[in-house]
T-cell receptor, first 109, second 114 residues
């Protein structure tokens, strides 16, 4: 059965800390891995990863995919209170998208 | 336990035809969302139902799109006179309540308009 597992389920850190969010997947016909930030209503797209070992960066956020170990991480450096959200990982296969349950991140001022 | 289910999983239709997509949320979840994911793009919010309140339809791209939900159960998304640009994966999610609560996603319906 296809699955996407995220860890930790929740995380509380202080502003300025660096966090690493984990996503493992077991998906047949895997095509790409997606990261989203969910605040309020609609998740916001962060990254799409298709190749192993190539880091994608956007400001303080970065992500990398390991297709051998079926694993991805999302790093956030110098965290700010505005980073508080639920971070979703999803595996895209040919015919559907499988979401993990998310990591709830809370940044303390 | 049972998660969010959607049907059909795949739908191929001819341009101009109407399609109806179905979402069964997790039992007890009062909030239900519809999203669209086009190839290579992020999730696009379509519509949000919260209990018996009037739905938030602000994301519907045109009047060809409509959705219904009866109480806190099944929802249907209807696209009339489909166009090729409607081709996408349509995702449904539910959460216990609306707002900043975890949304549980269904597997999606992949719609292809030829």
């Amino acid at each position: 059965e296809d699955k996407v597992v995220q860890s930790p389920l929740s995380l509380v850190v202080h502003e300025g800390d660096t966090v690493t969010l984990n996503c493992s997947y077991e998906v047949t016909n895997f095509r790409s891995l997606l990261w989203y930030k969910q605040e309020k209503k609609a998740p916001t797209f962060l990254f799409m990863l298709t190749s192993s070992g190539i880091e994608k960066k956007s400001g303080r956020l970065s992500s990398i995919l390991d297709k051998k170990e079926l694993f991805s991480i999302l790093n956030i450096t110098a965290t700010q209170t505005g980073d508080s959200a639920i971070y979703l990982c999803a595996a895209n296969r040919d015919d559907k998208i499988i979401f993990g349950k998310g990591t709830r991140l809370h940044i303390l001022p | 336990g049972a998660g969010v289910s959607q049907s059909p999983s795949n739908k191929v239709t001819e341009k101009g035809k109407d399609v109806e997509l179905r979402c069964d949320p997790i039992s007890g979840h009062t909030a239900l969302y519809w999203y669209r994911q086009r190839l290579g793009q992020g999730l696009e919010f379509l519509i949000y139902f919260q209990g018996n309140s009037a739905p938030d339809k602000s994301g519907l791209p045109s009047d060809r799109f409509s959705a219904e939900r009866t109480g806190e159960s099944v929802s249907t998304l209807t696209i009339q006179r489909t166009q090729q640009e409607d081709s996408a994966v349509y995702l449904c999610a539910s959460s216990l309540v609306g707002g900043n609560y975890e949304q549980y996603f269904g597997p999606g319906t992949r719609l292809t308009v030829t």
